[in-house]
């Protein structure tokens, strides 16, 4: 087991080495000049010299490996260097953002498990009824609908024509909701096609069959045996979509003018900020591999199948 | 001798479907014998075993005639008091021992929640009552394969441990549906000597099988069962030494056959 997690630990850096280097070589390859674009923000109409001065300050003069390498240095000491938008370092920015989006996400996985759990058992205990036609309907029309256009109708929904939420708020509880809910929805809508489908899977398994056999109550039989047993490969995708949550929260927090590390990636692209875009997308990719390292951790835990005698996969 | 599961005029077909799957079926498991039911695959063997435990789908199949045990239709029964008598009563050894446990319990807590569910025990006692029955079948180091997973445990033990299981709320039938059929020949034979315990200690079984080896080494009587209907039944001496229809003959004649391959091979 802990041979397991030093291997995926290995893996992690050197996903992560990939990923900082895309992000470094494709914002190198991009047709703007970062010295150029700070120069013309804070001054008004720099000279050539000006320019040059403010690239080798940057360090946007060295060749792009050896920009990496003074990138990854500091990176390892914790420095991912100062924010050209806000003139503050990237970590603290980081920092200060992270938390708003680990709220949203965090309540949206809540909703996430609420609304899946419940629903997916009820529609696969009554398989081809009235609830479970429509439930279909719904959760394909929850997992159709983009992300940005479904936060634009709950926000006129919701905050215009029956406001019970303001358009623009942050701090509170009441501001968290619908930002969440706007995550969780097309999540919800396919995690439980995906739960649905295991249960249903799950329950002409010789398992259930023999559990009914020895005479075990139904609701022991649907938790104990079919839920625990459907759990593998939801937990599985729900750390994936944790991933995506974040990743993804950029167009969410931008419709509710949500202050988190999507929005503060989406400005940094618009201003060409290349510390704060490195930094961002190094915390993004970390948290991704690390969700998907809890996935397993937590799948192994509760199915020893899934491990052999040496304690591995 | 009282008869213990009487079975009477039981047809089973599917809804909305008039073709029977089983027709007419009428028999009796007595305490302390084995009846065996033979066929080859598709007569309606295992479809009658589930129909007797209630594991038929309400809404696919349509069950009718009486299932008697002790004297009380179970087919007429609430579901809270079948299951009071499924898994007490009558208790059932599967077909498959490494798939019929849940792969993320372990031994131990199979064995205490169908204790639990039958009786008031607290779960110490329940667990000191499934080590004794564990310990019963020759099993070794009890204590261990209570604390294990299924997938950690042979095919030939698991099977031990689900006769253990049938055996220990003291039922008065078994029903054994192919429970040899998925094991080797060392373990087929220590299951048949349990049969055989099983029916010392006053236990009625019903041993279906598509093997007539299995028949005749444990069983007293004999249904043969073709398309749903039983077409030959009398006790093991009849229908080895004295089959009256073609069908028996044949099924009889087939193992012959192989049989006497397999001493040419030698």
Not at chain 1, 183 to 193: F, G, Y
Not at chain 1, 285 to 303: G, H, T
Not at chain 2, 210 to 224: E, K, P, R, S, T
Request: proline share 4%; aromatic share 8%; hydrophobic share 50%.
């Amino acid at each position: 087991m802990l041979g397991y997690i030093r291997n995926r630990l290995f893996s992690l850096i050197i996903v992560l080495i990939g990923v900082t280097m895309l992000s470094f070589i494709f914002s190198n390859i991009s047709s703007v000049d970062p010295a150029e674009a700070l120069a013309r923000r804070s001054m008004l109409s720099p000279t050539p010299k000006q320019i040059e001065e403010i690239r080798k300050e940057m360090g946007l003069n060295l060749p792009i490996y050896q920009q990496y390498l003074n990138w990854l240095w500091g990176a390892l000491r914790g420095e991912l260097g100062i924010s050209l938008l806000t003139r503050n370092p990237v970590a603290a920015d980081l920092a200060e953002k992270l938390p708003a989006t680990f709220l949203i996400v965090g309540l949206a996985s809540l909703w996430i498990i609420i609304i899946t759990v419940p629903l997916s058992i009820l529609s696969a205990l009554k398989k081809g009824s009235f609830f479970d036609h429509t439930l279909r309907m719904i959760t394909i029309f929850g997992i159709s609908i983009p992300n940005f256009w479904l936060g634009f109708i709950l926000l006129v929904a919701f905050a215009i024509m029956l406001p019970f939420f303001k358009v623009v708020d942050y701090g509170n509880f009441k501001s968290l909701i619908l930002p969440s809910f706007t995550i969780a929805i097309p999540m919800a809508a396919s995690s439980i096609r995906l739960l649905r489908a295991t249960i249903l899977a799950n329950m002409n398994k010789d398992f259930v069959i023999y559990a009914k056999a020895r005479g075990i109550s139904n609701s022991r039989i649907i938790w104990q045996h079919i839920l625990k047993n459907s759990l593998p490969p939801m937990i599985t995708v729900f750390c994936q979509y944790l991933g995506y949550m974040i990743a993804g929260s950029a167009i969410v927090e931008t419709v509710f003018s949500w202050p988190g590390i999507g929005s503060h990636l989406v400005n940094a692209i618009i201003g060409r900020d290349l510390p704060t875009i490195n930094g961002c997308v190094l915390v993004i990719a970390v948290l991704f591999v690390f969700f998907n390292l809890l996935a397993d951790l937590v799948n192994s835990m509760i199915n020893p199948k899934m491990l052999n005698e040496k304690g591995e996969f | 001798m009282k008869n213990s599961l009487e079975i009477k005029d039981l047809n089973i077909s599917l809804v909305g479907n008039k073709n029977p799957l089983v027709q007419n079926l009428s028999f009796d498991v007595r305490k302390g014998k084995i009846l065996g039911i033979v066929g080859e695959s598709g007569s309606g063997k295992t479809l009658t075993c589930k129909a007797i435990i209630k594991l038929l789908n309400e809404k696919v199949f349509k069950v009718s005639g009486s299932i008697k045990l002790d004297g009380n239709n179970i087919l007429t029964m609430s579901e809270k008091q079948s299951r009071a008598v499924i898994g007490k009563d009558i208790s059932m050894i599967m077909q498959n021992p490494m798939t019929a446990f849940n792969p993320m319990m372990k031994i131990g807590q199979h064995i205490v929640e169908t204790i639990k569910a039958h009786t008031e025990l607290t779960k110490k006692q329940a667990y000191a009552l499934g080590s004794s029955a564990l310990e019963e079948m020759n099993l070794q180091r009890v204590a261990e394969i209570m604390n294990s997973y299924p997938h950690t445990l042979s095919g030939g033990m698991l099977q031990r441990v689900m006769i253990a299981i049938a055996l220990m709320l003291e039922p008065s039938i078994i029903i054994a549906d192919e429970a040899t059929t998925a094991l080797d020949v060392k373990n087929q034979a220590i299951i048949l000597e349990q049969f055989q315990r099983m029916r010392d200690i006053g236990i009625g079984l019903l041993v279906v099988t598509h093997d007539f080896g299995v028949i005749a080494q444990v069983a007293d009587d004999v249904l043969v069962m073709k398309a749903g209907e039983i077409i030959e039944q009398g006790s093991v001496y009849q229908i080895f030494y004295n089959p009256k229809t073609e069908y028996t003959k044949e099924l009889l004649q087939s193992r012959f056959l192989v049989d006497e391959e397999q001493l040419c091979l030698v």
